[in-house]
Nanobody, 121 residues
Framework: QVQLVESGGGVVQAGGSLRLSCAASGRTFSSYNMGWFRQPPGKEREFVAAITYKTNYSDSVKGRFTISRDNAKNTVYLQMNSLKPEDTAVYYC?????????????????WGQGTQVTVSS
């Protein structure tokens, strides 16, 4: 069983920055494919970014968001810059035991509880 705990959400003005963190349990964290997803109000969950030994981003965040990981700390991060009101959502961290890159949520095995990010205009 893998437990994921997100932190770092909050309210920020448009153009600002936030860094989300996701702390994971599990002794083989370094082999997990880790992902960030988000669910805007009234919309379906969508892919944001993922990391294995490489990274992948949705077009809507490419160039503004950066996913990274610290395997020594069992933690994955999402640095969000140049935030826009349309980035407002609940952000979820997810872990996939298979190490191959995935962008579809149904391929992930474990999920965090989510953290709210609100960007005001």
């Amino acid at each position: 069983q893998v437990q994921l705990v997100e932190s770092g959400g909050g309210v920020v003005q448009a153009g600002g920055s936030l860094r989300l963190s996701c702390a994971a349990s599990g002794r083989t964290f370094s082999s997990y494919n880790m992902g960030w997803f988000r669910q805007p109000p009234g919309k379906e969950r969508e892919f944001v970014a993922a990391i294995t030994y490489k990274t992948n981003y949705s077009d809507s965040v490419k160039g503004r968001f950066t996913i990274s990981r610290d395997n020594a700390k069992n933690t994955v991060y999402l640095q969000m810059n140049s935030l826009k009101p349309e980035d407002t959502a609940v952000y979820y961290c997810a872990a996939r035991i298979q190490s191959s890159m995935a962008t579809r949520g149904e391929l992930y095995d474990y999920w965090g509880q989510g953290t709210q990010v609100t960007v005001s205009s």
